[in-house]
DNA sequence: ACCGTCATGTAATCGGTTACATGATTCT
DNA sequence: AGAATCATGTAACCGATTACATGACGGT
């Protein structure tokens, strides 16, 4: 019942639980890869690990059925709920990096136009997939938040593809 | 001398000291710090353990010096030129994540006014940043990776200020 | 001389990734 | 019935972060 370090990993599960209501780590998975995996890329097996880590410290309650595949079925508890809404009212100190494998081979001299060509692909299919996404999500009022960041995800697409085109 | 999984830290560590033509922990730390840093952090342990990993593979050469600090150097051997080029060269498949701490915020529903008012300062903070190194670094030829990257960054920046205002 | 900061490094821990493995379904 | 894919989970390894520790140097 330690209060661990709580990383945005944890704070994936925590909020796609707290929203969902409760969620097998198989629910996680589908849910996170049809989401904020975009935004922030979560291996399947931490899908597992961390809800037991979080079951440990008091904020999930774990709960295995008894016949068949033997699931774990994940809900937040009320520990579980404060911590997740201490994290969205706390002030976001941490800065982001762009981390961006091409940009970092530019960096160190590699021929931009030829990056460049393999980025683009890249960030026109993106920029697609979101589009599409969005306008089937737009108008739900209940996801204000998802809406919110594919917009963001949607503007830095349209910059990226506008900097590596001027690079092609 | 096996050849181990090559991060983007090892690259950076790499392209850092082919660069400079030889290099110390220390004088690492400087470097990704003034430049590479701002696109993707290092921790300072880190610039100690990966020439250790990179050398045990040959890709750099360490070379201790004898009195006072024991200080180790080191270059990079042809090998590690070599993989650094392949790596230059290599296309680029992984695809890039936003992985902003803000916008997860956001996206799990926090008040995206107050998010973005934290936001905004960061932002202009390093926009500001950018732009006077920048300007220092953009003539030199020889810079010219940086400057790029330095560009990417100021357009992002932009683009995350022209968000984020809209929300506070 | 002393204190603070810069410089330099190692050890321990832990989150994250990769690899492995097998039980259910669905489709042909 | 068999193959392929989906679903579910564990184990091992390794890179990355945190914490600890000490030596050198510049200023007062």
Redesign the interface.
């Known amino acids: 019942m330690q209060e661990p370090n709580l990383t945005?990993v944890s704070?994936?599960v925590l909020?796609m639980i707290a929203?969902a209501g409760k969620a097998t780590p198989y629910d996680l998975k589908q849910m996170v890869a049809a989401?904020?995996g975009?935004?922030?890329?979560v291996q399947h097996a931490q899908l597992y690990t961390e809800p037991a880590r979080l079951a440990g410290a008091g904020l999930l309650t774990e709960k295995r059925e008894e016949g068949g595949r033997r699931r774990k079925t994940y809900s937040v508890t009320a520990r579980g709920r404060r911590a997740?809404e201490r994290?969205?009212?706390s002030?976001?100190a941490?800065?982001?990096?762009?981390?961006?494998?091409?940009?970092?081979?530019?960096?160190?001299?590699?021929?931009?136009a030829?990056?460049a060509a393999?980025?683009l692909e890249?960030h026109e299919q993106?920029l697609a997939q979101y589009e599409e996404t969005y306008s089937s999500i737009a108008s739900d009022e209940s996801l204000?938040?998802?809406a919110?960041?594919l917009?963001?995800?949607i503007?830095?697409e349209r910059?990226w593809i506008?900097?590596w085109r001027e690079?092609v």
């Open positions: 945005p704070y994936i909020g929203w989401s904020v975009n935004l922030w890329s997740l994290w969205l009212a002030p976001t941490e800065d982001y990096e762009l981390r961006d494998p091409g940009l970092l081979k530019v960096f160190f001299g590699a021929e931009p030829s990056v393999d980025q890249v993106k204000r938040g998802p919110l960041t917009e963001a995800g503007r830095h910059e506008r900097f690079l």
